[in-house]
Nanobody, 121 residues
Framework: QVQLVESGGGLVQAGGSLRLSCAASGSIFSINNMSWYRQAPGKQREYVAT???????YYAESVEGRFTISRDNTKNTVSLQMNSLKPEDAGVYYC???????????????WGQGTQVTVSS
């Protein structure tokens, strides 16, 4: 199977920056899209950003222009550079990938355990 481990969360003042990273490991044959979601306390999980295998990027309107998603296909990693952070960006950030474990298998979505981002005003 595929394991995802996020890192880079922490406490930052509003206006500051953080860089999140996510490393995928395990029986990986191929990874398609890699994405980030977040969940604030008492709220539903929400979409943040996606990067395709070819490098196309997509963002939620709320983070467009402030966040940048990138990936390293040789290392099976995805990162999220977060600038100009706002208190409303706080929450647990989850990495998710669409991956195959063999050339015969279908793509499945895998999720990490999340990393906490706290933004103080």
């Amino acid at each position: 199977q595929v394991q995802l481990v996020e890192s880079g969360g922490g406490l930052v003042q509003a206006g500051g920056s953080l860089r999140l990273s996510c490393a995928a490991s395990g029986s990986i044959f191929s990874i398609n899209n890699m994405s980030w979601y977040r969940q604030a306390p008492g709220k539903q999980r929400e979409y943040v950003a996606t990067i395709s295998r070819g490098g196309s990027t997509y963002y939620a309107e709320s983070v467009e222009g402030r966040f940048t998603i990138s990936r390293d296909n040789t290392k099976n990693t995805v990162s999220l550079q977060m600038n100009s952070l706002k208190p409303e960006d706080a929450g647990v950030y989850y990495c998710t990938v669409s991956a195959q474990v063999s050339y015969l298998s279908t793509f499945r979505n895998y999720w990490g355990q999340g990393t906490q981002v706290t933004v103080s005003s």
